[in-house]
T-cell receptor, first 114, second 111 residues
């Protein structure tokens, strides 16, 4: 079974600084998707960024980028120029291409200090 | 705009009660999911459904059942609620795209 590990239960960053959230996963498959979801206090889950495993290029979305290391099974999220609105719980998630079931990590609570 | 609606934001029930959590999506999605979220444990999959009347167990199905009589509606049923089922419940749906659309969650307290 696939597992997703987020080793940092909590992280903090100063406003305007850069922070990196870690995620590793375990799978025997070669074709899959990886995601970062954000959950602010409103509880609404918001997709931040996704990566397709067969693409070598790291995904970027504005201030959010990933470092995808397929051989190491690592998928970290970098947030640049952190803003107060980035404060939230962040979840890393894995999905096989062959089904729609998402497996989540335990989450990292990010605090942004003014 | 895409919408997944969970019928209650907060719910308080007594031990032993039968509890229904309802989820409706307006996107004609085939796939629907129920997750449970607990602090320090992340989201864990309870059940999912690929089509009407189809269901599959997720990672923690014990104590739960589901119903999908219509494509747009996926219900989670707690046959006899227990205190260890106090949690936040999230419904989600998706179609051919890989993006999962979530509802706003139901915080269930079982006393």
């Amino acid at each position: 079974a696939q597992t997703v590990t987020q080793s940092q239960p909590e992280m903090s960053v100063q406003e305007a600084e850069t922070v990196t959230l870690s995620c590793t996963y375990d799978t025997s498959e070669s074709d899959y998707y990886l995601f970062w979801y954000k959950q602010p206090p409103s509880r609404q889950m918001i997709l931040v960024i996704r990566q397709e495993a067969y693409k070598q290029q790291n995904a970027t979305e504005n201030r959010f980028s990933v470092n995808f290391q397929k051989a190491a099974k690592s998928f970290s999220l970098k947030i640049s120029d952190s803003q107060l609105g980035d404060a939230a719980m962040y979840f890393c998630a894995y999905r096989s291409r062959s089904n729609y079931k998402l497996t989540f990590g335990k989450g990292t609570l990010l605090t942004v200090n003014p | 705009d895409v919408k997944v609606t969970q019928s209650s934001r907060y719910l308080v029930k007594r031990t032993g009660e039968k509890v229904f959590l309802e989820c409706v999506q307006d996107m004609d999605h085939e796939n629907m999911f129920w997750y449970r979220q607990d602090p320090g444990l992340g989201l864990r999959l309870i059940y999912f459904s690929y089509d009407v009347k189809m269901k599959e167990k997720g990672d923690i199905p014990e104590g739960y059942s589901v119903s999908r009589e219509k494509k747009e509606r996926f219900s989670l049923i707690l046959e006899s609620a227990s205190t260890n089922q106090t949690s936040m419940y999230l419904c989600a749906s998706t179609s051919l795209s890989e993006k999962l659309f979530f509802g706003s969650g139901t915080q269930l307290s079982v006393l």
